[in-house]
């Protein structure tokens, strides 16, 4: 598949798509590397450990109900729901991975309102389960 735009990204938070609002999507995996260099290495030695992820969302604020606002702030307290990202706008295949994750939770939510400005949202939410790049 080719290089594309942005707007035909996908993503879904407990089966809400939200995208229609969203102006970025920024999923982060962090993988840890532990060092474990000795006395005796000629350079850093390291070992792979386990990994987190977390998805950085910012949008125009849309208070209706099943819409993000009702969306995200239904999050707080809650112990993870689905999320699924979808970067190429398409069905998951060889060429259009999907990033899903069974459970996500949410750790912060802001709305931004000032004068002469649309009012806007920003969330996180981080891992709770394994996050699955789906291709078929």
């Known amino acids: 598949m080719a ?3 942005a707007w035909r990204a996908n993503l879904s938070v407990n089966s809400v798509a939200i995208e229609d609002e969203l102006t970025s999507i920024d999923l982060k995996v962090d993988q840890e590397t532990i060092v474990v260099t000795g006395f005796s290495n000629t350079g850093p030695e390291r070992v792979v450990g386990n990994y987190d992820y977390s998805h950085s969302l910012a949008g ?4 209706a109900a ?9 999050l707080i307290g809650s112990s993870g729901v689905a999320v ?6 398409a069905s998951a295949g060889a060429n ?3 990033y899903d994750a069974t459970s ?9 309102a000032a004068v002469g ?18 291709t078929a």
């Not at 125009?60 to 208070?63: A, L, M, Q, V, Y």
């Not at 099943?66 to 239904?74: I, M, W």
């Not at 996500?104 to 931004?112: E, M, Q, R, W």
């Open 104 to 112: 996500a939770v949410l750790k912060s939510y802001s709305i931004k």
């Open 66 to 74: 099943s819409q993000g606002d009702a969306t995200l702030f239904a």
């Open 117 to 134: 400005a649309a009012v806007t949202y920003a969330a996180e939410l981080e891992g709770n389960s394994a996050l699955a790049r789906s």
């Open 84 to 89: 699924n990202f979808d970067p190429t706008g």
């Open 3 to 5: 290089k594309q735009a």
């Open 96 to 98: 259009d991975p999907n």
């Open 60 to 63: 125009n604020f849309d208070g």
